[in-house]
C-alpha cells in the first residue's frame, strides 16, 4: 500500500489526461513533417523565393528554441495547464491564419506566431507529466508513451501529408491541427490538474530579453553555417549570442528567483542526463543529415522515397520509446541507457562500412540499430532529467530538455555536417578523373549536389567517373561521421553507466490488488 514515504501512484484520471496530452506532440510531429511535402506547392502558389522558402522552413523552429525558456518559467509561474492551454488556443488561431496566407511574408509571420505558441506546448506538458506522475516508474512510462505519439506523428507525417496534399489545398497542412487544439481546449480543463509554483516571484523581463538575444543567434548562425558553410555573418551571430549568453547567465545568479534556475546543474543526474540528450542529438543530427543527403543524391531517390526510407527508423523509435520503461522492472536504469547506446553505436559502426552507390541496405540498417538504440535511453533521460528537478522547477527543466534538443539538431548539422563536407572536399580532390574542367571540378567539390549538377554537363564516360569519383568521397565523409558517433555513444554508455549508477531500478507494486485500488483512487483537479 501506498505510505506517506512512496510516491503516489497515478489513477485512471491521469492516465487519461496523458492520452489528452499526447494531442498536441502528435500536432507538433505531424506539423513538421508534412511541411516539407507541402512546401513546393506553397512555393508556387505565393511565388515565394529560395530564401523565403527557408524562412517558412526555418522560423518556427528559431522561435520555438528562443521562448521554450521563457515559457517553460512562465508556466511554472501562472500554472502549467493555463499555459498549455492558452498555447494551444494561440496556435489553432495561428494555423488558420497560417492556412489563408496570401503572400509568402504573411505565412513566415504566422509560422512565427506558430513557433512562440508551439514554444507552451512542448515544456507545459512534460511538466504536467512530472506532477502527474509522481512514481518514477510511471513516469518514465508516461514519458515512453509521449515520445511514442510524437515519433508515430513523424512516421504518419508523410502519408498523411500525402493523403491530405492530394485531395485539397497546401493549407490543409496547417488546418490539420486545428481539430486537435479544439479538443484539447474543450477536455484540457477537465482531466488535466492545474499545477504553479505558488512561492513564483515575477517574471524577469530583461532576462526574457537576455535569453532571446542569446538564443535566437546561436541557432540562426549555425543553421546558417551548416546551409552555406564558413561565413562571416553567421560566425557573428554566434558569438554575439554567447555574449548575451555570459550576460543571462550572470543576471540569474544574481536573482532571487531567476528566469532560470541555474543549481539545477550542481545536481549530477540532471547536469549529465540533459548532457547525454544534447549530445545525442548532436550525433543523431549529423548522422540523419548525411544520410538524407546520401538517399538523394548518391542514390538518386525523391524527396517521399528518401522518407520512406527513413520511415522504418521513426517506427523503431516509437516502439523503444515505450519499451524502454518496461524494461525498469528488470534491469538498472543506467544499464538500459549504456546497452541502447552501445547498441547506438554498433549501428554508426556498421554505417562506416558505406563505400559509395549501391550500400542502401547497410546504410539503412546501421541507422535502424543506431535510432533503435537511441530510443532505449531517451526516455530514461527525459525522467532523470524531470526527476532530478523539484516538482515546482519542472516547466524549467522540460524547457531546458526541448532547449538542448534544438541546440542539439542545429549544432550536429553545423559541426557534423561541416566534419563530412570537409572530408568529402579532401577526397574529390584526390580522386577527380583526368580531363575534368577546372570550373567544373571547382563546382564539384563545393557539395556532393553539386557535383550531380556538374556532372551532368560533362560527356556520359567522364561524367559518370567525377560522380562515381564524388560518391565514393561523399561515403567517406559519412563514414567519418559516422566513426565519430561511434564513439561519442561508446562514451556516453561509460558516462550513463558511472555517473548515473545510483539511480535505483523501479519496482512493480508487490501487491496487485493494492496498484489496482491506487489506480481508482480519485485525485482533486
Known amino acids: 500500500m501506498t505510505t506517506d514515504l512512496t510516491p503516489r501512484r497515478a489513477t485512471r484520471r491521469e492516465w487519461i489526461g496523458l492520452a489528452v496530452l499526447a494531442l498536441p506532440t502528435l500536432l507538433i ?90 514554444a507552451t506546448l512542448g515544456p507545459s506538458t512534460m511538466a504536467l507529466i512530472r506532477n502527474m506522475f509522481p512514481d518514477p516508474r510511471q513516469m518514465q512510462t508516461a514519458l515512453g508513451a509521449w515520445m511514442f505519439c510524437f515519433m508515430g506523428g513523424m512516421a504518419l507525417g508523410p502519408l498523411v501529408g500525402g493523403i491530405l496534399l492530394q485531395a485539397f489545398w497546401w493549407g490543409a497542412a496547417f488546418l490539420l491541427g486545428v481539430p486537435f487544439m479544439v479538443l484539447l481546449l474543450v477536455v484540457g480543463p477537465f482531466l488535466l490538474p492545474e499545477y504553479r509554483d505558488e512561492n513564483a516571484g515575477s517574471l524577469d523581463l530583461r532576462s526574457v530579453a537576455l535569453s532571446l538575444t542569446a538564443i535566437l543567434p546561436v541557432i540562426y548562425g549555425l543553421k546558417e553555417l551548416a546551409r552555406g558553410g564558413f561565413a ?89 520509446s515505450l519499451v524502454a520503461p518496461r524494461l525498469t522492472t528488470r534491469f538498472r536504469t543506467p544499464h538500459i541507457m549504456a ?16 563505400d559509395g552507390a549501391g550500400d542502401r541496405p547497410l546504410l539503412i540498417t546501421g541507422l535502424v540499430l543506431a535510432t533503435g538504440g537511441i530510443s532505449l535511453p531517451l526516455p530514461l533521460v527525459m525522467g532523470a532529467v524531470l526527476g532530478a528537478a523539484p516538482p515546482e522547477k519542472a516547466g524549467s527543466a522540460a524547457s531546458l530538455s526541448e532547449t538542448g534538443a534544438e541546440f542539439g539538431i542545429a549544432a550536429g548539422v553545423a559541426t557534423l555536417g561541416t566534419l563530412g563536407t570537409f572530408i568529402y572536399r579532401h577526397g574529390l580532390a584526390d580522386s577527380l578523373p583526368a580531363g575534368v574542367p577546372a570550373g567544373v ?19 556520359g564516360p567522364l561524367g559518370g567517373r567525377l560522380m562515381d569519383a ?56
Open 470 to 525: 564524388a560518391n565514393g568521397a561523399f561515403a567517406s565523409g559519412l563514414s567519418t561521421v559516422a566513426v565519430v558517433g561511434a564513439v561519442a555513444f561508446a562514451g556516453l554508455a561509460l558516462a550513463a553507466l558511472f555517473v548515473l549508477r545510483d539511480e535505483p531500478t523501479a519496482e512493480a507494486p508487490a501487491d496487485a490488488e493494492d496498484a489496482e485500488a491506487e489506480d481508482l483512487e480519485p485525485i482533486a483537479a
Open 29 to 118: 510531429a505531424l506539423d513538421v513533417s508534412v511541411l516539407y511535402l507541402a512546401l513546393p506547392q506553397i512555393s508556387a502558389d505565393l511565388d515565394a523565393s529560395s530564401t523565403q522558402q527557408l524562412w517558412i522552413l526555418d522560423i518556427y523552429s528559431f522561435m520555438i528554441a528562443g521562448f521554450l525558456v521563457t515559457m517553460g518559467t512562465l508556466g511554472d509561474r501562472i500554472g502549467r495547464r493555463k499555459l498549455l492551454l492558452i498555447g494551444a488556443a494561440a496556435f489553432g488561431v495561428a494555423s488558420v491564419a497560417a492556412a489563408l496566407s496570401t503572400s509568402a511574408e504573411m505565412l513566415i509571420a504566422t509560422r512565427a506566431l506558430l513557433g512562440i505558441a508551439g
Open 441 to 459: 571540378a571547382d563546382a564539384a567539390r563545393d557539395s556532393i549536389s553539386a557535383a550531380a549538377a556538374a556532372a551532368g554537363q560533362l560527356p
Open 232 to 320: 562571416t555573418v553567421p560566425v557573428l551571430a554566434v558569438v554575439v549570442g554567447v555574449a548575451f549568453g555570459v550576460s543571462f547567465v550572470r543576471r540569474q545568479r544574481r536573482l532571487a528567483d531567476p528566469l532560470l534556475d541555474l543549481t539545477l546543474f550542481t545536481r549530477p543526474v540532471f547536469s549529465t542526463a540533459l548532457g547525454i540528450m544534447l549530445l545525442s542529438g548532436i550525433v543523431m543530427a549529423g548522422i540523419s543529415l548525411m544520410t538524407t543527403m546520401y538517399l538523394q543524391v548518391v542514390e538518386g531517390l525523391s524527396t517521399l522515397q528518401a522518407g520512406l526510407w527513413m520511415l522504418p527508423t521513426n517506427i523503431v523509435m516509437a516502439i523503444g
Open 339 to 354: 546497452a541502447g547506446l552501445l547498441a547506438g553505436a554498433a549501428g554508426f559502426v556498421l554505417m562506416s562500412l558505406v
